[in-house]
């Protein structure tokens, strides 16, 4: 199409002056190329010119991906390669529930071949007044082709309600625990829901895409398996968090969450709360408070210390802290945090033990 318009563009007017259409030779002049001539074939080798850089653009054109989080940025830049150009809208180290709707967000919007998000309304407070000033047709509706809501792709949503919930229970979610990405099981059907629509945004491209698709899940499953092996001494440990945030986490890890620095999510401990959720932690002899780095510090570490536990602050996402890069770097900084936090923690209890025997 770009071809025909710039060879009706040349044959409609005229080239440095002189109208590029063959002019009547005369047959006892025709020992001499024609200005004409020359003119012709100035025009055919710039429309050849033309057609080959058009086509190597259009070969080198990457899908031109946006995610609202890091997790989903580095799953698809794992299946894309370099066919994709990707960018997170949100970083690791923000709260992925408030953050700020930025005009230069606007416009990575309105250029996006493919949108990635959680969805359950984590981004509910941000993500559509952005799509919406994006005019973009294909992101703008969740029927659109490049329009993906990552929880469409996992079975095992958790902590659906089952009643109505009003503005008086915290911040809740209608359709769910949004965190599922904190269980590396569902980095699998994510990575597959993100290839297939690669391939109906670009099909060239498909067995490119299915081939980093299977390298991508041989690779997370033997990570899980190490995972597992980690956290499987320390499977039944009771842990307190800051947000719910991290019940995938412990669902996937065998870990049992008997409270909330919030009393409700989204909702900050009143000192009362508080007393009370060091005394319950105290009779179950927990040991272990997570929150993560956008959470206040100062009381979830109050707590730790007063129930003689131990606090640590874990990122949630890829980009959470410096050197996390992508999802499988996530996922080796909590293990790794969590099992030698657990692992010094049993040393000490074994220790103290022997020395009052």
């Known amino acids: 199409m770009k ?3 710039f060879l009706d563009f040349i044959m409609m ?3 440095y002056g002189t109208e590029v259409r063959p002019k009547k030779i005369d047959i006892a002049s025709a020992k001499e190329p024609s200005l004409s001539f020359l003119d012709c074939f100035v025009t055919l080798f710039l429309a050849m010119t033309f057609l080959m850089v058009v086509s190597a653009q259009d070969a080198l054109a990457k899908v031109r991906v946006v995610t609202s989080v890091p997790d989903f940025a580095s799953i698809a830049g794992d299946v894309g390669g370099d066919k994709v150009e990707v960018v997170s809208l949100a970083k690791g180290y923000q709260d992925p529930h408030f953050v700020d709707a930025k005009p230069s967000y606007v416009l990575l919007l309105n250029k996006s071949d493919l949108l990635i998000y959680t969805g ?4 509910i407070g941000w993500l559509p007044v952005l799509v919406t000033g994006s005019r973009n047709s294909k992101i703008s509706s969740a029927a659109s082709q490049g329009n993906l809501d990552a929880s469409t792709l996992v ?3 958790l902590e659906v309600p089952i009643t109505k919930i009003d503005r008086s229970m915290g911040d809740l979610h209608p359709g769910g625990n949004p965190h599922y990405m904190l269980d590396p099981r569902n980095g699998i059907p994510v990575a597959r829901g993100i290839a297939d629509r ?8 498909a067995p490119y895409y299915d081939e980093r698709l299977k390298d991508f899940v041989g690779r997370l499953i033997a990570k899980i398996k190490e995972w597992d092996e980690k956290l499987a001494p320390y499977k039944g440990t009771e842990i307190v968090t800051y947000h719910k945030s991290w019940v995938y986490f412990s669902e996937w890890a065998g870990f049992k969450e008997v409270g909330y620095i919030e009393p409700k999510p989204g909702i900050p401990p009143s000192p009362s709360y508080v ?3 060091i005394k319950r932690m105290n009779q179950l002899n927990v040991k272990l408070v997570i929150a993560e780095s956008y959470y206040p510090q100062k009381t979830p570490a109050l707590v730790a210390e007063k129930a003689s536990a131990s606090f640590l602050t874990l990122p949630s996402s890829v980009d959470g802290r410096e050197g996390i890069k992508t999802y499988f770097e996530l996922f080796d900084v909590i293990v790794g945090d969590v099992t030698s936090k657990l692992e010094g923690m049993t040393k000490s ?3 103290t033990n022997q020395e009052g025997g």
């Open 155 to 157: 079975s095992n949503i």
């Open 13 to 15: 007017h005229k080239f």
């Open 198 to 205: 690669l391939k109906e945004i670009d099909p060239e491209n």
């Open 120 to 123: 359950l309304d984590l981004e």
């Open 275 to 277: 007393a009370d959720l």
């Open 3 to 5: 071809l025909n318009k």
């Open 349 to 351: 209890f074994n220790s």
